[in-house]
């Protein structure tokens, strides 16, 4: 097997340095957080802003769910946790098809209907020293799309999703350095205090937003984490890269960095978790860019053995999304007041709370079966009434339509919702059979009944080969939330082989 591993190892590396810098692709096209299309390739290097042009929908292509892609398993980014063993390597191949109908809101034409994606992925965080440790999630991956003409240049691409030391420098402090991926959070269905997540999605292989936060790419930061009996406590700094998409260190079509995505400006923050409760976990988030403070708070709580509460909540002062798309892809004055633009920043509350049920032993014996339902607000996104001009625009003509969508790829970029108000549930039953789980999703709108709807089976068919079906659903009236959506319908399956 050590061959094989050496072999891979010098594929992915080869990549970087022998046709560098990522293809440029524009950012997600689409509604929401669960609208960035399965299997849409957002790119390494594609600019924060969005474009405006109305291209092919980034929703749910069943083309790109990620294969099996966790990224380094048991590492939580934070106090080197996860650390030791040698790197270890995935081979993925996954099968994508969507379904498309025509919007209201024209959109420009659809994507493809199959396609597939190779991926070989390259992870871990083993020791180098008793004190110092390597983070590395790296992956290689070119697509094959029907109707489309394969160009391994333009079809390929090396993600750094995270690379990045950390040392040990004391029995009670810990400093890392390097792209690293931080997620913060406790709900499972939209996180207000990851204030890392705005434009890190490389590939959309999922509307699922816990296995979003693992496979994304991380920001480029230095920080430290000093614990003691009683709390945690972690400062960082993000430096800003000035950088044009696809152009640091080559100019080729392969592999890029995407630092103008996760390190565009500069950012300090905080984050402080009191130790010593038994039953209640509280996190305190302190979050600081040039005209962009924000703050936040997570809070979760086991009410009995089976039942947990949850919340996390966050202010900060910025722009909402119908301003913020506006500043590259202007609306007429009218229509964008119409929206709930304003024109400056304000203060935008962002709220999750939720429960989860884990279903008691004498109903299923030692099966994990568990139910969680959260509640999602978003001060930032449109009200009812803003959502009908969005539409009454779209018909009329009043915008063009490429400024319209780039309110709703805007919320796609941000992985925030689109509408002021969500619900989200999760089924998930761990060991269905023996080495198989099945989880299902639903993001649902309350103001008109609309539903994104996902449902997941993983099998271990070998101790190293895992094959995962995929497939969901948009439901919906034509101008309901997940209803006008250009991806209705979409399916993925997947070969996964780890060694």
């Known amino acids: ?15 970087g340095t022998a046709a560098p810098a990522a293809g440029q692709v524009e950012p997600p096209v ?16 594609t600019a924060s802003p969005p474009t405006g042009q109305a291209g092919p929908p980034i929703l749910p292509d069943l083309q790109e769910f990620p294969a099996g892609a966790e990224g380094p398993e048991g590492d939580d980014s934070e106090g080197g946790a996860g650390r030791g063993g040698p790197f270890q390597f995935k081979v993925a191949s996954t099968g994508f098809f969507t379904s498309y109908r025509d919007p209201v809101v024209p959109v420009g034409p659809p994507g493809p209907e199959w396609a597939d994606r190779l991926d070989l992925r390259m992870y871990g965080h083993p020791s180098l ?87 994304r790419l991380g920001t480029v930061v230095a920080q430290g984490i000093w614990h003691n009996d009683d709390l945690v ?64 708070v997570e809070l979760s709580m086991a009410v009995s053995e089976t039942v947990v509460l949850f919340g996390e909540w966050s202010a900060q002062y910025r722009y909402n999304l119908v301003d913020e798309s506006s500043r590259w892809t202007p609306l007429p004055d009218g229509v964008r007041r119409a929206l709930g633009g304003s024109g400056h920043r304000s203060l935008q509350n962002q709220l999750a709370v939720g429960a989860t049920w884990s279903l008691p032993f004498d109903w299923v014996g030692n099966e994990d079966v568990t139910l969680t339902a959260e509640y ?15 539409f009454d625009a779209g018909r009329s003509g009043a915008a063009s339509p490429s400024a319209l969508w780039a309110v709703r ?20 039953w761990t060991d269905l059979w023996d080495d198989a789980d099945l989880s299902a999703i639903a993001f649902v709108s309350p103001q008109d009944g609309s539903a994104l709807i996902q449902a997941d089976l993983d099998v271990d068919v070998l101790d190293a080969l895992q094959l995962g079906v995929s497939t969901y659903v948009a439901t919906g009236g034509n101008e309901s939330v997940f209803g006008s959506q250009p991806s209705q319908f979409g399916a993925k399956l997947s070969l996964t082989y780890v060694f």
């Open 1 to 15: 097997m050590a061959p094989l591993r050496t072999l891979c190892l010098a594929a992915i590396l080869g990549a």
């Open 30 to 45: 689409l509604p929401e957080v669960p609208e960035i299309p399965a299997g849409a390739d957002t790119g390494e290097g």
């Open 129 to 215: 020293s008793d004190r110092v440790g390597l983070l590395a999630n790296l992956r290689l991956r070119t697509r094959f799309a029907d109707g489309e003409d394969y160009e391994l240049d333009e079809d390929s691409h090396l993600d750094v999703q995270e690379l990045a030391f950390d040392v040990k420098a004391t029995d009670w402090l810990n400093l890392e350095a390097g792209r690293i991926n931080i997620r913060s959070g406790v709900a499972t269905g939209f996180n207000p205090t990851d204030w890392f997540k705005v434009d890190s999605l490389v590939v959309a292989d999922t509307f699922d937003t816990m296995d979003r936060r693992e496979d």
């Open 233 to 296: 406590l972690a400062l960082g700094y993000r430096p800003e890269f000035d950088t044009e998409p696809d152009h640091w260190l080559t100019d080729g079509k392969v592999m890029g960095l995407g630092l103008d995505r996760t390190n565009a400006d500069t950012a300090v923050f905080a984050k402080l978790t009191p130790l010593g409760s038994t039953n209640l976990s509280t996190t305190f988030h302190l979050f600081y860019e040039p005209d962009q403070p924000g703050a936040g």
């Open 376 to 390: 999602h607000f978003n001060q930032a996104g449109l009200s009812a009434g803003e959502l009908a001009e969005w």
């Open 409 to 428: 790829s805007n919320a796609s970029r941000r992985q925030e919702p689109l509408t002021e108000h969500q619900l989200f549930f999760r089924f998930a």
